[in-house]
């Protein structure tokens, strides 16, 4: 039954884009001034693209998504040649900022030839947002609770929890919860392809943006044109998404090492220690002192974790992070509640909310997961002995899944150049009958990515086979390569995108600079004049 309500859902897609192409050429959508909410400047200009929430009934309820668009600017006399679609992962994260990098001098070439076009996947950000709890809840609640080493009472509290949220995303969407997936998010970048004027995508996607991007590749492979996929999520169908998830905390556990050893490298600094594990005894001591009493009344253990595997994120926050706890442990507990605290203007607490919904609901959504809770605390037991830093919390973070009210989970599809055949083994084709083949992509990885582990990419291009080419950051783990990070993979990128041209089967840069150790003080200084890389979306504190 699963593969015939796919099957349908996919022809309902594409009934809906072959209207959108039938229409007059630019009648797809409508640019004008962004909403106010979204808080655009100019010269971005923003657009409504209205999508079915079933495509199984495409004439039925409909949701609008927001598009956020600034044209080519032909500098240079570079000849325009289509939009850039640009997906930033989460999946919960809004791509609306996505058009801002064309003022960015690294992005200046691929602005002048293409569009750069942003938007808000379904269910996030204002048009019909997506919700699962009152979003002044956690603030109402006080500090997150979150103890290195939990035990049965707050295990059995934290289950509690993971309930009550599942329950919580089913009565507060109601019918709409099983539409948000990742099936659903292919289906509607396959309209907004048309609605663009877009025979054939041009595609970025960054982490769970790596995923949308190759599931589309694999449903949709005669309407791919160009696509770069940055810090890959492994596309096994058997790993999505519990095991990619138990992956993560091994991975991370290497990036919290990279930064501890940072720090240790930098003690005359900072004076967090000497050595890895001398900077890990003085974490822990910040992490039992906000335990006992949360710093500024507002940064607890969770909201500590959060903050911190930003570290193993993004190296560009090691120096301030380093700077946090080196004042704390000096007796100015400021800058790291200025770090760590959630924001508390409401509009940001929605946000927030709205983001770990979405993420939740297509995670659960997107295939089965273990609704034993003995599966769940078994492998994470075992896991946090040698990975202890995030283990636990990705497990809460995730546990609705295992209580998740919907009934019939979607199964993964099976990514890749020879899977490109909808459910029930129907070929993908091309409108005049002829198998469709998948052109050649680019798959860019970071070698010591936490969020998404470097097997993931190895996997993403055997499955899109051989005219799938792979950029690696060699020696570095920051998440989101391209955009500013490495002009050696940068250089790989605009080649591809405006000529097509792929470096060949498997490439090698040498890592960005590690940040300099430098005090809170020149790190605010020096905060107006580094051009901000857009980032994926982190999980929330849990």
């Not at 950029?471 to 500013?484: F, K, L, P, Q, S």
Request: a neutral charge.
């Amino acid at each position: 039954m699963g593969s015939v309500l796919c099957i349908r859902d996919s022809a309902g897609a594409e009934a809906v884009a072959r209207r959108l192409a039938r229409r007059p050429a630019g009648g797809g959508l409508v640019f004008g001034p962004c909403p106010e909410a979204e808080e655009l400047p100019s010269p971005v200009r923003c657009a409504a693209l209205t999508v079915p929430l079933d495509y199984a009934r495409p004439d039925g309820p409909q949701i609008r998504l927001t598009v956020s668009r600034v044209p080519a600017t032909g500098r240079g006399g570079a000849a325009r040649q289509g939009a850039l679609v640009y997906n930033p992962g989460g999946p919960g994260a809004s791509g609306l900022f996505f058009p801002l990098v064309a003022g960015l001098p690294e992005w200046e070439r691929i602005g002048a030839a293409y569009d750069l076009v942003g938007y808000a996947p379904r269910g996030v950000g204002g048009t019909a947002p997506l919700s699962c709890e009152d979003p002044a809840a956690p603030a109402q609640a006080g500090p997150t609770r979150l103890p290195a080493v939990p035990s049965p009472a707050d295990k059995r509290a934290r289950i509690a929890a993971a309930r009550a949220y599942a329950r919580g995303c089913a009565e507060r969407s109601g019918a709409a919860l099983p539409y948000y997936s990742t099936l659903d998010n292919v289906r509607d970048l396959h309209v907004l392809r048309a609605a663009l004027d877009e025979p054939k995508l041009t595609f970025m996607g960054a982490s769970y943006g790596t995923y949308l991007g190759a599931v589309y590749a694999t449903r949709h492979p005669g309407h791919v044109r160009r696509m770069v996929l940055d810090s890959a999520v492994n596309p096994d169908p058997r790993r999505i998404w519990y095991l990619n998830n138990l992956d993560q905390a091994a991975g991370f556990e290497r990036r919290w090492h990279d930064f501890r050893a940072w720090a240790a490298r930098h003690h005359a600094v900072y004076r967090l220690g000497a050595t890895p594990e001398a900077v890990q005894a003085s974490y822990e001591r910040v992490r039992d002192a906000v335990e006992r009493a949360p710093a500024g009344g507002v940064v607890g253990t969770g909201e500590l974790q959060s903050a911190f595997l930003q570290a193993a994120y993004y190296d560009e926050v090691w120096p301030e992070r380093a700077a946090a706890l080196s004042a704390f442990l000096a007796g100015d507990p400021a800058p790291l509640t200025g770090q760590a605290r959630p924001d508390p203007e409401p509009g940001s607490a929605a946000a927030r909310e709205n983001a770990r919904a979405v993420y939740t609901a297509v995670l659960c959504n997107d295939a089965p997961w273990p609704a034993d809770w003995a599966v769940w605390d078994r492998d994470n037991t075992e896991l946090a002995r040698r990975a202890p830093f995030e283990t636990w919390a990705n497990a809460f973070l995730n546990l609705p899944c295992a209580y998740w009210p919907v009934r019939e989970r979607q199964q993964p599809v099976a990514v890749g150049a020879r899977s490109a055949a909808l459910p029930g083994g129907q070929p993908a084709t091309l409108p005049g009958g002829q198998p469709a083949a998948l052109p050649g992509t680019l798959v860019v990885a970071a070698e010591r990515d936490g969020a998404t582990p470097y097997p993931g990419a190895l996997e993403l291009q055997r499955r899109l086979g051989r005219q799938a080419s792979l950029v690696t950051e060699a020696g570095a783990g920051t998440h989101g390569v391209v955009g500013g990070r490495n002009a050696c993979v940068d250089g790989h990128v605009e080649r591809y995108l405006l000529t097509g041209a792929t470096p060949g089967w498997r490439v090698r840069c040498a890592p960005h600079p590690e940040p300099a150790p430098v005090s809170l003080d020149d790190r605010a200084a020096e905060s107006g004049k580094v051009p901000e890389v857009p980032r994926a979306l982190l999980p929330p504190a849990v």
